[in-house]
T-cell receptor, first 118, second 114 residues
Framework: AQTVTQSQPEMSVQEAETVTLSCTYDTSENNYYLFWYKQPPSRQMILVIRQEAYKQQNATENRFSVNFQKAAKSFSLKISDSQLGDTAMYFCAFMNPPSNFGNEKLTFGTGTRLTIIP | NAGVTQTPKFQVLKTGQSMTLQCAQDMNHNSMYWYRQDPGMGLRLIYYSASEGTTDKGEVPNGYNVSRLNKREFSLRLESAAPSQTSVYFC?????????????FGSGTRLTVV
């Protein structure tokens, strides 16, 4: 079974600074997908960014980017120019490639609580 | 708005009571899921339904049952609630291929068992 580890339960950073959240995972699969989800106090799960393991290029979405190291099984999230609205829980998640059976189960890490300080 | 709708949003149960959490999606997704979120544990999969008419156990299925009523609806039932089932429950649905990725979560149900 796959496991996802987030070793930073809590982090804080000054507004406008850059912060990096860590995630490692364990799998024997060669092809898979990785995600970062944001959960603000509203409880809603919001997709931040996704990465396909077969792609060498790191994914980027505006101020959010990842450092995907496949050999090291590491998938960190970098938030640049952090904003107060980035304050939330962040979850790293793993998914095996979907099959014809249509099952896309997610395995989550335990989360990192990020606080942006004004 | 298109999405996943969960009801109720909050519920308090006494130990031993039963209840059903309802979930419906209007995105024509084949697969649906129930997760629970506990402090310090992240989200864990309870049950899932890869397609209409099928259900399978996830990581933490004990104490729960599910029904995939039709393609839109996937309910989670607690037959005899226990304090250990105090949690936030999320329903989700998905459609995934190399072009389109859709994995949508409901807004969650906070359940307290006393």
């Amino acid at each position: 079974a796959q496991t996802v580890t987030q070793s930073q339960p809590e982090m804080s950073v000054q507004e406008a600074e850059t912060v990096t959240l860590s995630c490692t995972y364990d799998t024997s699969e060669n092809n898979y997908y990785l995600f970062w989800y944001k959960q603000p106090p509203s409880r809603q799960m919001i997709l931040v960014i996704r990465q396909e393991a077969y792609k060498q290029q790191n994914a980027t979405e505006n101020r959010f980017s990842v450092n995907f190291q496949k050999a090291a099984k590491s998938f960190s999230l970098k938030i640049s120019d952090s904003q107060l609205g980035d304050t939330a829980m962040y979850f790293c998640a793993f998914m095996n490639p979907p099959s014809n059976f249509g099952n896309e189960k997610l395995t989550f890490g335990t989360g990192t609580r990020l606080t942006i300080i004004p | 708005n298109a999405g996943v709708t969960q009801t109720p949003k909050f519920q308090v149960l006494k130990t031993g009571q039963s209840m059903t959490l309802q979930c419906a999606q209007d995105m024509n997704h084949n697969s649906m899921y129930w997760y629970r979120q506990d402090p310090g544990m992240g989200l864990r999969l309870i049950y899932y339904s890869a397609s209409e008419g099928t259900t399978d156990k996830g990581e933490v299925p004990n104490g729960y049952n599910v029904s995939r009523l039709n393609k839109r609806e996937f309910s989670l039932r607690l037959e005899s609630a226990a304090p250990s089932q105090t949690s936030v429950y999320f329903c989700a649905s998905s459609h995934f291929d190399r072009v389109v990725y859709g994995y949508t979560f409901g807004s969650g149900t906070r359940l307290t068992v006393v």
